[in-house]
Antibody, heavy 122, light 107 residues
Framework: QVQLVESGGGVVQPGTSLRVSCAAS????????MHWVRQAPGKGLEWMGI????????YYADSVKGRFTITRDNSRNTLYLQMNSLRAEDTAVYYC???????????????WGQGTLVTVSS | IVLTQSPGTQSLSPGERATLSCRAS???????LAWYQQKPGQAPRLLIY???TRATGIPDRFSGSGSGTDFTLTINRLEPEDFAVYHC?????????FGQGTKLEIK
């Protein structure tokens, strides 16, 4: 079954760190660029960052650059998001998503996980 | 690039047509414009990519159009399951942007 399953969310205190994971199955994980997208309660989607298929290239949204790091382990078919110096405004559901590029060069997110909730609160 | 979706909320009845707008702060490449549907408690689902191509399994009552700065998602003959939040998204120079979303609710 083609799917992405996030894990590792929870309640953490401001200023601390947390790593969330995204386990891929049913497809060739190492062939795809992967993304993290978050959604604060009652808000829209916010793109966090991308990692290339082999992990050699990464880009981040300005809001998390320098605090969040995306990595991947293709041998384990797993994507990670390391979040440091967490703030209350980082409270959100964190989704991983697979990027697909069509034959015509169109980019889009064709597969999403169910999300993991991270709550930053004292 | 900032994507602005309108209206914020649209109230319609089943059977009616919905027209959702996504406006970019500058001209964008249609190839990189996508639409997603999100229901409460669920992950987003891809509807349209390349501004007008329906994703696999998406009914033909969903259609996308537009170019430059103005893009539209049209849903004909609304079904009860179509009431959800719709997000547009764009890619440019290794950065990705979402609109703030439009909630389509039952009138």
């Amino acid at each position: 079954q083609v799917q992405l399953v996030e894990s590792g969310g929870g309640v953490v205190q401001p200023g601390t760190s947390l790593r969330v994971s995204c386990a891929a199955s049913g497809f060739s994980f190492s062939r795809y660029a992967m993304h993290w997208v978050r959604q604060a309660p009652g808000k829209g989607l916010e793109w966090m960052g991308i990692i290339s298929f082999d992990g050699s290239d990464k880009y981040y949204a300005d809001s998390v650059k320098g605090r969040f790091t995306i990595t991947r382990d293709n041998s384990r078919n797993t994507l990670y998001l390391q979040m440091n110096s967490l703030r209350a405004e980082d409270t959100a559901v964190y989704y991983c998503a697979r990027e697909r590029v069509s034959d015509y060069g169109e980019n889009y997110f064709d597969l999403w996980g169910q999300g993991t909730l991270v709550t930053v609160s004292s | 690039i900032v994507l602005t979706q309108s209206p914020g909320t649209q109230s319609l009845s089943p059977g009616e047509r919905a027209t959702l707008s996504c406006r970019a702060s500058q001209s964008v490449t249609s190839s990189y414009l996508a639409w997603y549907q999100q229901k409460p408690g669920q992950a987003p689902r891809l509807l349209i990519y390349g501004a007008s191509t329906r994703a696999t399994g998406i009914p033909d009552r969903f259609s996308g159009s537009g170019s430059g700065t103005d893009f539209t998602l049209t849903i004909n003959r609304l079904e009860p399951e179509d009431f959800a939040v719709y997000h547009c998204q764009h890619y440019h120079s290794s950065l990705y942007t979402f609109g703030q979303g439009t909630k389509l609710e039952i009138k």
